[in-house]
Structures are given as structure tokens and as C-alpha cells.
């Protein structure tokens, strides 16, 4: 059962300056970048519209906004929102 879920839902290590805000932030990064994965197979495979897969990239990226302002990350020059 463990490599089933190793195989959906990888993770890596953390490699930045450790801070407990940063890690956090960096697990809600790879849910998000997992999560828009699935999405895109769904829709790629006809699962899903191309307007509910937009509409659930959108929520998906809402919440990985505020979960970077809650933690009090900065935002570095490039980002964009």
C-alpha cells in the first residue's frame, strides 16, 4: 500500500533555507503542482472541459496564494498574480 502511494503522490526534500514557514509552503507547492497533474490528464483524456479544468487550476492556485500570504512569505520581483 505505501508504494502505491509513494507512486501517487510523490514527494521531495525540501532543499532551501529551512524555516518552518518555507517548508510548509514548499508541501502546499507540490499538492499544487500534483493536483494540476491530475487535472491536466483529466481534461487531456476528455474527463474534464478545458473551462472546469481552468476553473479548477484557478481554485487550486487561489489557495496556494493564500496559503504564501498566511505563512508571510515574501514575493520575490518575478511573481506574478
Avoid at 507540490?30 to 481534461?43: D, K, T
Amino acid at each position: 500500500m505505501a508504494n502505491r502511494l509513494e507512486f501517487l503522490y510523490p514527494r521531495s526534500s525540501y532543499r532551501g533555507t529551512f524555516t518552518p514557514s518555507h517548508l510548509v509552503f514548499d508541501a502546499n507547492l507540490q499538492e499544487f503542482a500534483q493536483s494540476v497533474g491530475y487535472i491536466c490528464a483529466l481534461e487531456g483524456n476528455g474527463k474534464l472541459s478545458p473551462e472546469e479544468s481552468i476553473a479548477a487550476i484557478e481554485g487550486l492556485w487561489e489557495r496556494l496564494r493564500r496559503s504564501r500570504d498566511q505563512l508571510g512569505i515574501g514575493r520575490s520581483a518575478g511573481d506574478c498574480d
